[in-house]
């Protein structure tokens, strides 16, 4: 469905965008993660028409976005961080708006009331967009991206602005579109990602860091397995120092203990090397009992910092 081969684009003497290659499948909804100044809304914007690209190509359900615009931007629907509104407009006259500008064939007035009710704006179609709070007209961004109902839905932090409930609400739609959509979803809060994306794509300093199915990807310790440990012994540096010292550990962090007279840690490992039998035998040699080891879970966030900003950053 979409389509990214060699994309780059310089700005001067910066690259903002560096040989970028990636696909995204039909039905198939992206986590398109990276930190600020990254490249993620220069690609954006490459991808949907509004800026060119020094080289490479980029193709939307077999279209060319440089070649074949019109055609390309017929299948893409696209909500910018800051969404582009008429603010004295009233929902329904510019979605009637925005659907006259896309061209789009379907019966107007059903088509428009499904958005509504898809995007959770229903009751307010009849008010001003400016007397709007700033979650209803991120709804609203959200509903004009869905006019023309087109094959590709791209989304920049679609969900600013937005309450629990209503980040919860707008979950489950994205997720609900990636049904019979191709989303792409650019988003800070990484446990959005994680709830709704099938696949991940990392961009660090215009390039790809990491591209991954979301499970393989948090399931793929980035060279490490963590443990959480506690050990009976009161004197927290001392439970470091001999968890420093057992074969395969790399690095140990104290943590907050939850008992007293226990010292507890985390440490990562080298997962070549099981150290359970290294670190049972080392504290068996200095009298201190293991009271729990357990196994911790990278989360999302640990992953995306090792790589743009730890050892995996380039």
């Known amino acids: 469905m979409i389509e990214i081969k060699s994309l780059t684009k310089v700005f001067g003497d910066k690259v903002a965008v560096d040989n970028l290659t990636f696909t995204v499948e039909d039905g198939e909804i992206m986590g398109f993660l990276g930190p ?144 019979k959509h191709t989303v792409i979803l650019s988003t800070h809060i990484l446990s959005e990602v994680q709830a709704v994306c099938d696949r991940i794509v990392i961009i660090n300093k215009g390039k790809i860091v990491a591209d991954s199915p979301t499970a393989q990807l948090l399931s793929n310790t980035a060279g490490t397995v963590k443990y959480r440990a506690k050990l009976a012994c009161r004197d927290v540096s001392t439970a470091t120092r001999l968890v420093s010292s057992v074969d395969g550990v790399k690095a140990v962090t104290p943590a907050q203990a939850t008992e007293e007279g226990i010292s507890e840690v985390i440490f990562d490992t080298d997962p070549s090397i099981d150290v359970r039998h290294g670190l049972f035998n080392v504290l068996a040699e200095k009298g201190v009992a293991l009271m729990g080891l357990e196994n911790v879970s990278l989360t999302l966030e640990d992953i995306f910092t090792s790589l743009t900003v730890g050892k995996g950053a380039k």
């Open 36 to 179: 600020n100044g990254a490249g993620k809304s220069t690609t954006m914007n490459i991808l949907t028409g509004y800026l060119s690209a020094t080289s490479g190509t980029a193709v939307i359900n077999g279209a060319d976005i440089f070649e074949e615009p019109n055609r390309a931007k017929k299948n893409i629907g696209f909500l910018p961080e800051q969404p582009p509104l008429y603010q004295d407009m009233t929902v329904m006259e510019y979605l009637k708006f925005v659907y006259s500008l896309k061209g789009a064939v379907q019966p107007r007035r059903e088509h428009l009331d499904e958005i509504c009710r898809m995007a959770g704006i229903d009751h307010v179609k009849h008010r001003v967009i400016k007397n709007l709070s700033k979650g209803y007209r991120q709804r609203v961004g959200i509903a004009q991206a869905l006019v023309g109902d087109p094959k590709v839905l791209i989304f920049d932090e679609p969900t600013v602005g937005l309450d629990p409930n209503q980040i919860i609400e707008i979950r489950t739609l994205i997720k609900n579109l990636g049904k």
